[in-house]
C-alpha cells in the first residue's frame, strides 16, 4: 500500500501562517498527491491535490519537490477552524487511496 | 448542490446480523468509495465502485460486500457482524474517481456491533 510520513502532531499559532510537511518517497510519475482533514465528529474534507506543480485554492497551497518525494500543505493564516487531522496520501498504481495516521493540528488562540 | 447523504446514521446490531447501510452521491457523480474508520486502525478503505462496477478493493474480509446502481448510488453490506465490525463507515463520492479527483464525503454510520 502507499506509504506516506507526516509529523504525528503540530501547534500553531492562530492568524500565522502553517506549514505541514509530508514525505511520499515511493510515488511514482503518475500518482496525485491529496491533502483532506478530519475535523472532530464530522467525515473527512477535500483539502487539495495535484501532480507535479504548486497548486493554490481558496483553502490552501500545495507545495510539491522538484522530485515529488514530499510536499508541503501551506494554510496561509491559521484560524481556529483550521484545527484537525491532516492526512497526506496518494494511490499507489491501482488508483487505491490510503490514509494513514496524519498530523493532528492545533491552533493556539 | 446536495452533498453526500448516508443512511441510517447511528445503527445497533446484535452479533451474528447483517447490516445494509446506503449512501448516496453527489448528483454527477459517478464513483462511490466506503471506508471503515475506527480509534485503533484509522480510516481504512473498502471499496470503490463506479458506473456499476467494482473498481478496487480494501483488504477486508468477504464478508463486507457491495454494489452500485444505475443512479450511483451505493449500498454496503455486512454479514454475520462480528464486535470488532464497530465503526463510522463512511461513505464518498468523486467525478470519474478516487485517484484523480476530489472526494466529497458523507458524514457517516456510526456501526455498534453487541
Same mark, same amino acid.
Given at each position: 500500500?502507499?506509504?506516506?510520513?507526516?509529523?504525528?502532531?503540530?501547534?500553531?499559532?492562530?492568524?500565522?501562517?502553517?506549514?505541514?510537511?509530508?514525505?511520499?518517497?515511493?510515488?511514482?510519475?503518475?500518482?496525485?498527491?491529496?491533502?483532506?482533514?478530519?475535523?472532530?465528529?464530522?467525515?473527512?474534507?477535500?483539502? !487539495?491535490?495535484?501532480?507535479?506543480?504548486?497548486?493554490?485554492?481558496?483553502?490552501?497551497?500545495?507545495?510539491?519537490?522538484?522530485?515529488?518525494?514530499?510536499?508541503?500543505? !501551506?494554510?496561509?493564516?491559521?484560524?481556529?477552524?483550521?484545527?484537525?487531522?491532516?492526512?497526506? !496520501?496518494?494511490?499507489?498504481?491501482?488508483?487505491?487511496?490510503?490514509?494513514?495516521?496524519?498530523?493532528?493540528?492545533?491552533?493556539?488562540? | 448542490?446536495?452533498?453526500?447523504?448516508?443512511?441510517?446514521?447511528?445503527?445497533?446490531?446484535?452479533?451474528?446480523?447483517?447490516? +445494509?447501510?446506503?449512501?448516496?452521491?453527489?448528483? &454527477?457523480?459517478?464513483?462511490?468509495?466506503?471506508?471503515?474508520?475506527?480509534?485503533?486502525? &484509522?480510516?481504512? /478503505?473498502? #471499496?470503490?465502485? #463506479?458506473?456499476? +462496477?467494482?473498481?478496487?478493493?480494501?483488504? #477486508?474480509?468477504?464478508? /463486507?460486500? &457491495?454494489?452500485? /446502481?444505475?443512479?450511483?448510488?451505493?449500498?454496503?453490506?455486512?454479514?454475520?457482524?462480528?464486535?470488532?465490525?464497530?465503526?463510522?463507515?463512511?461513505?464518498?463520492?468523486?467525478?470519474? &474517481?478516487?485517484?484523480?479527483?476530489?472526494?466529497? #464525503?458523507?458524514?457517516?454510520?456510526?456501526?455498534?456491533?453487541?
Amino acid at each position: 500500500d502507499a506509504k506516506t510520513t507526516q509529523p504525528n502532531s503540530m501547534e500553531s499559532n492562530e492568524e500565522e501562517p502553517v506549514h505541514l510537511p509530508c514525505n511520499h518517497s515511493t510515488i511514482s510519475g503518475t500518482d496525485y498527491i491529496h491533502w483532506y482533514r478530519q475535523l472532530p465528529s464530522q467525515g473527512p474534507e477535500y483539502v !487539495i491535490h495535484g501532480l507535479t506543480s504548486n497548486v493554490n485554492n481558496r483553502m490552501a497551497s500545495l507545495a510539491i519537490a522538484e522530485d515529488r518525494k514530499s510536499s508541503t500543505l !501551506i494554510l496561509h493564516r491559521a484560524t481556529l477552524r483550521d484545527a484537525a487531522v491532516y492526512y497526506c !496520501i496518494f494511490n499507489f498504481g491501482n488508483e487505491k487511496l490510503t490514509f494513514g495516521t496524519g498530523t493532528r493540528l492545533t491552533i493556539i488562540p | 448542490k446536495a452533498g453526500v447523504t448516508q443512511t441510517p446514521r447511528y445503527l445497533i446490531k446484535t452479533r451474528g446480523q447483517q447490516v +445494509t447501510l446506503s449512501c448516496s452521491p453527489i448528483s &454527477g457523480h459517478r464513483s462511490v468509495s466506503w471506508y471503515q474508520q475506527t480509534p485503533g486502525q &484509522g480510516l481504512q /478503505f473498502l #471499496f470503490e465502485y #463506479f458506473s456499476e +462496477t467494482q473498481r478496487n478493493k480494501g483488504n #477486508f474480509p468477504g464478508r /463486507f460486500s &457491495g454494489r452500485q /446502481f444505475s443512479n450511483s448510488r451505493s449500498e454496503m453490506n455486512v454479514s454475520t457482524l462480528e464486535l470488532g465490525d464497530s465503526a463510522l463507515y463512511l461513505c464518498a463520492s468523486s467525478r470519474l &474517481g478516487q485517484a484523480t479527483y476530489e472526494q466529497y #464525503f458523507g458524514p457517516g454510520t456510526r456501526l455498534t456491533v453487541t
